[in-house]
């Protein structure tokens, strides 16, 4: 088997959370950005993060406490991590506090977007199911597509999990950029998702580096559904896989829109791909007990 380190995992979960602590102040109107000033640090001074640090956080707690994705504890999970000040999605804000409340929750996965939401809200935690499965790809297909079931049913929703998923995966796994978008182009079924792949594959061919935040913004989008981020982020990791993370973040700022969550997702996959000794130390919350639960995703996976 391919040898893979401890230090990976961790930089993996570290860099989600570091993209979305660091974006968090950009993300949203001038209200939210007031609001962020207000509350975007602990008393401790520390950068706090948002919804997508903590399902994360929650989906990884999760499976090492059951051993593999079960659902119906992910959701209750998933509702005990709810807090308003995390700024969740509006759709998945209401599943939550249904769930909170009780209600089953197939019932409330359905209670808001017939279809399940199209939101980047499942592809936002994926790489925590491609730390969890780094040694098994069958199993880590499937366990994304199942844990969208709770708040993203909508097919969206779901390939741009595996998506993520999967470039996160093949990081970890030091794939080549070419590789790398080989191995996504072969699970892409959705043609606007794969149109995109096809732009990202133009790019690593030409070795193109230049171009502006505003022009991939305007190819790859920079919102809050799966489709207009999921790409944005990928696009973003395999440009500044070899970069400095500061550099990566600085991109993602200049792009806008949802950033705190398309620099988690590219932070997650940088992580991957660099490990801990290249992440920006800054103070971060609960950096010290992220970093544990990315050894605990790593012991799993080593054979006894
Ligand atoms: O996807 P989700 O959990 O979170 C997305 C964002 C991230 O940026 C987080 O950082 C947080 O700030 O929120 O949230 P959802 O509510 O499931 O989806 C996000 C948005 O996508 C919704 O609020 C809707 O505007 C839109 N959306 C849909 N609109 C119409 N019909 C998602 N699905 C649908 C749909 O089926
Ligand atoms: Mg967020
Ligand atoms: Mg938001
Ligand atoms: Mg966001």
């Given amino acids: 088997a391919m040898k893979l380190s401890s230090d990976y995992f961790s930089a993996c979960l570290l860099g989600l959370a570091s993209g979305d602590a660091l974006g968090a102040p950009y993300e949203g109107g001038f209200l939210e950005q007031a609001l962020w000033r207000a509350i975007g640090r602990t008393r401790a001074g520390e950068r706090r993060w948002t919804d997508d640090t903590r399902m994360s956080l929650d989906l990884a707690e999760s499976l090492l406490a059951r051993g593999e994705l079960d659902l119906a504890d992910l959701a209750s999970r998933f509702a005990k991590g709810y807090a308003w000040s995390?700024?969740?999605?509006?759709?998945?804000?209401?599943?939550?506090?249904?769930?909170?409340?009780?209600?089953?929750?197939?019932?409330?996965?359905?209670?808001?977007?017939?279809?399940?939401s199209y939101g980047n809200g499942a592809a936002m935690r994926a790489?925590?199911?491609?730390?969890?499965?780094?040694?098994?790809?069958?199993?880590?297909?499937?366990?994304?597509?199942?844990?969208a079931r709770i708040t993203h049913s909508h097919p969206l929703g779901i390939e741009g999990a595996v998506l993520v998923a999967l470039a996160c995966y093949a990081l970890l796994h030091q794939l080549s950029t070419a590789d790398a978008l080989t191995l996504l182009t072969s699970h892409c079924a959705d043609p606007r998702l794969a149109g995109k792949l096809d732009f990202l594959q133009c790019f690593s061919n030409s070795g193109k580096l230049a171009d502006t935040p505003r022009f991939i913004v305007g190819?790859?989008?920079?919102?809050?559904?799966?489709?207009?981020?999921?790409?944005?982020?990928?696009?973003?990791?395999?440009?500044?896989?070899?970069?400095?993370?500061?550099?990566?973040?600085?991109?993602?700022?200049?792009?806008?829109?949802?950033?705190?969550?398309?620099?988690?997702?590219?932070?997650?996959?940088?992580?991957?791909?660099?490990?801990?000794?290249?992440?920006?130390?800054?103070?971060?919350?609960?950096?010290?007990?992220?970093?544990?639960?990315?050894?605990?995703?790593?012991?799993?996976?080593?054979?006894?």
Wanted: aromatic share 10%; charged share 20%; net charge positive.
């Fill in 86 to 116: 995390r700024g969740y999605g509006q759709g998945t804000a209401k599943i939550l506090k249904r769930i909170k409340r009780g209600q089953d929750w197939q019932l409330a996965s359905r209670s808001v977007f017939s279809q399940g």
């Fill in 219 to 304: 190819k790859l989008g920079n919102g809050m559904t799966a489709e207009t981020s999921c790409l944005t982020a990928i696009y973003i990791a395999l440009r500044f896989r070899h970069s400095p993370f500061e550099e990566m973040m600085a991109f993602a700022i200049d792009c806008g829109g949802d950033v705190d969550t398309i620099a988690a997702m590219a932070g997650a996959m940088w992580g991957a791909a660099n490990g801990e000794k290249r992440l920006p130390p800054f103070l971060l919350e609960k950096r010290s007990y992220i970093r544990h639960i990315g050894q605990l995703l790593f012991d799993i996976n080593e054979p006894a």
């Fill in 127 to 147: 790489p925590v199911i491609a730390l969890f499965y780094a040694r098994d790809f069958s199993a880590m297909l499937h366990a994304t597509s199942e844990s």
